[in-house]
């Protein structure tokens, strides 16, 4: 599981990560975190055991969340940390969901920074190593948000929620 814990050592919240084996008992728990606040959304079990998270990150303490990928080892030591933010000044990315296929690994969340304004759907593409390789940006005038997807045989199904199309409230996107 993942998700934000308040009053870390590293301070503001923190990411916090833990494991749990077949019979519900705790094997682990972690926090890792920067000065600012930083939250876990979404963490599944890599191809090799260990965990890829997806969350928020605010290593600044205020100048806007950027998304992050994390990987762990079976242990929850962390492997490698890849942020991704838009270049905009305050600009906030949160990075809500993440899937792995045997050669890439997915990241949606959502972006204010993107040319239509309001909030946006993101979809980020990253290799095993979490060397980024594209990010697509979705949406209109209004709230666009994905907060699931999943890899599939020949690209990536992603839905959320949008305020931009369909009946003019939010539906789903």
């Known amino acids: 599981g993942t998700g934000q814990h308040n009053g870390a050592a590293a301070g503001g919240c923190d990411s916090y990560v833990y494991r749990l084996n077949t019979c519900g008992e705790l094997l682990w728990y972690k926090t ?3 000065a600012g606040s930083d ?3 979404k963490v599944i079990e890599a191809n090799d055991g260990g965990l890829l998270v997806a969350g928020l990150f ?3 303490g205020g100048n806007g969340y950027d998304y992050f990928i994390q990987k762990l080892d079976a242990n929850g030591n962390q492997t ?3 942020v991704w933010n838009n270049t905009a000044t305050n600009s906030n990315d949160y990075g809500h969901w993440v899937d792995q ?3 890439n690994i997915y990241v949606s ?10 909030w946006n759907a993101v979809v980020s593409s990253y290799d095993n190593g979490g060397v980024h390789q594209w990010t697509k940006a979705f949406g209109g005038a209004g709230e666009d ?3 699931s997807i999943h890899a599939v045989s020949d690209g990536v199904i992603a839905g959320g ?3 931009s199309f369909g009946s003019g409230s939010r539906d789903l996107f």
Not at 109 to 118: R, V
């Open 109 to 118: 969340g959502s972006t204010n920074a993107h040319p239509w304004g309001g």
């Open 101 to 103: 296929t045997s050669s």
């Open 161 to 163: 929620v949008t305020a």
């Open 58 to 60: 605010d290593s600044d």
């Open 32 to 34: 890792y975190g920067t």
């Open 80 to 82: 490698w940390l890849t």
């Open 145 to 147: 948000n994905f907060c």
């Open 39 to 41: 939250g876990g959304r």
